[in-house]
């Protein structure tokens, strides 16, 4: 599907989560910026990458984009997401500010 271009910090996120590449997204988002997971929060590297070991990459996470759109600083990618966890739509809020992700909410 085609879609409008992603903010870097978001293509990078999504583009690591994809290859496994646990450094590079944790740098795609700010030192102190925050994964919500359904209302559980994990900020900083070290939660994030503690959340993502145990229940997104360490799970062979695969988000094919299904559609996006941007309001303000924050972009809602729909994806259908596959791997060795959940599988099935849902939603991602990105919310970037400067060069880094603030915040990765899964919202649906």
């Known amino acids: 599907m085609t ?4 903010p ?8 690591a989560a994809n290859a496994g590449a646990v450094e590079d997204f944790l740098a795609a988002f700010a030192e102190d910026g925050a994964v919500d997971d359904w209302g559980r929060e994990f ?3 070290d939660a994030i990458r503690a959340w993502s070991d145990a ?3 360490g799970k062979q996470v695969r988000l094919d984009v299904t559609a996006c759109r941007t309001d303000g600083a924050t972009t809602t990618v729909s994806a259908q997401v596959g791997g060795n966890g959940y599988n099935g739509p849902s ?17 649906g």
């Open 3 to 6: 879609h409008a271009p992603l």
């Open 8 to 15: 870097v910090p978001v293509a990078a996120a999504l583009e």
């Open 43 to 45: 900020r900083g590297h």
């Open 55 to 57: 229940e997104f990459i």
């Open 91 to 107: 939603d991602f809020a990105f919310t970037v500010d400067g060069d880094h992700v603030s915040l990765m909410k899964i919202t």
